[in-house]
């Protein structure tokens, strides 16, 4: 049965309020990178996990497909289910910070939350939520935690997983799991919160959560420095750690491809520097009260020149030229959409690995054409994102045919150096088959078992992780 069955629709307006019913607009069938087109549906929004506990057990009855929705701002279309009707289930009405634990550093927040909303939250607590992410004035917290979000921050603070306590959730024959505590230590058996954390809605709807809050830094300091490659750029890395240990919030690749793409797309502001580098790093630091960021960065600054790691940079001097750098580094993702890539792909590598993995894969695809790469994204934590572009004067759809051929390159070489094809996107309904082929046999087997225990109708969101 689809939702579009009249007799499944009238039978839920008897048991939902009627503010439940939305009208089904192009946007819940859309995704950002245009990739999946939605065959139609049903759309709820629900305003209570009572009600959401209702449409689950409606559709398990029945077996309605169930796409859990949360900003629409995923980009492996986890929450598009072509060729199908289901129910699209939005969390947008179920939105309340639903309390404020400033002493545990505790905040509990409906899955429905934006994720700017949590930080706000936060913020007015006195108190940091440090995901950080492009989207984050649009993505809602159910989704980031659905997908093990990541973000600038994950050197520093974790992924959305590692900021989360416990979740309250509504499985797949619709029973809830009250999972919502505020501990951090419970050794009760198997963790509820950390699998449905990344299940990207294929396990259960999460529908609020219970996270993990952070003292504010006091001040705050950001510098783009110059390397030579990205090998320098880990050796700075490792100097950095070495001089500011946990104060480092983030640590950011950039390579010059990255910033010509913004001068031709008009974004990013003004460059910092007359000749664009062909590699850079963005320094973000928080400090306690009496930590001088100038001074800091300064210091660390004639260390890296004086080991031959850097040899320009800038520092920020205000808020406004912090701004402007990271400006350079959100707008990034803008950019290589204007220019239009061949193929994106989001990867995470061992930090000794990525130098060899950057030529391996750099020498691999100029074998097969002149294509233009961008590399760049959380060096910190391993996290790259590798995007393949056109040769100069060239369009992607010319070369749509290589498309797979492209993604076989690189994921390819992402897995003879150890690393993962899915950094922090998830896999949805892009990548099931590169799990297949490169998830590990009995780790699959594990999964598949997992998801027909929980979900043995398979309702919640098929298609994604599972092809």
Known sequence: MNSADGVFEASLRTKLPEAVFRPLEPRYLEEPRGLFHGGGGLLLAPSSTDQVATIIRACADVQVPVVPY???????????????????????????????????????????????????????????????????????????????????????????????????????????????????????????????????????????????????????????????DPSTALELLSLTQAQLGQAISAFELIKGTGLDFLVAAGLGGAQPFADRPNWSVLI???????????????????????????????????????????????????????????????????????????AAADDALLQRAPFRVNAFGHLGDGNLHYNVFPPDGQSAADFIHVRQEVRDIVYGLVQSHEGSFSAEHGIGRLKPTELKRYGDPARL??????????????IMNPGVIFD
């Open 284 to 358: 973000e630091l928080g400090l306690g009260p009496t930590q001088d960021p100038d001074a800091e960065l300064t210091s660390l600054f004639e260390a890296a020149v004086s080991a031959g790691l850097a040899y320009d940079g800038v520092i920020a001097q205000s808020d406004g030229q912090r701004a402007a750098l990271w400006k350079l580094r959100e707008e990034i993702p803008l950019a290589n959409k204007v220019i239009g890539a061949i193929s994106s792909h989001d990867i995470s590598l061992p930090l000794s690995a990525i130098t060899a993995f950057l």
């Open 70 to 228: 949360g900003g629409g701002t995923g980009l492996v279309g986890g929450q598009i289910m072509p060729d199908a009707q289901p129910v699209i289930l939005s969390l947008e009405r179920m939105t309340r910070i639903r309390a404020v634990h400033e002493a545990e550093n505790v905040l509990v927040a409906e899955a429905g939350a934006v994720l700017a909303d949590v930080q706000a939250a936060a913020e007015e607590a006195g108190r940091l939520f440090p995901l950080s992410l492009a989207s984050e004035g649009s993505c809602r917290i159910g989704g980031c935690l659905s997908t093990n979000a990541g973000g600038v921050n994950v050197l520093r603070y974790g992924s959305a997983r590692d900021l989360c306590l416990g979740v309250e959730a509504v499985l797949p024959d619709g029973s809830v799991h009250h999972g919502l505590k505020r501990l951090r230590k419970d050794n009760t058996g198997f963790d509820l919160r950390a699998l449905l954390c990344g299940a990207e809605g294929s396990l259960g709807v999460i529908t609020a959560a219970s996270l993990r809050l952070f003292p504010q830094p006091a001040r705050q300091g950001t510098a783009l420095l110059t390397v030579r």
């Open 445 to 458: 087997v594990a999964m598949r078992k997992i998801k027909d225990a929980l979900d043995p109708v398979g």
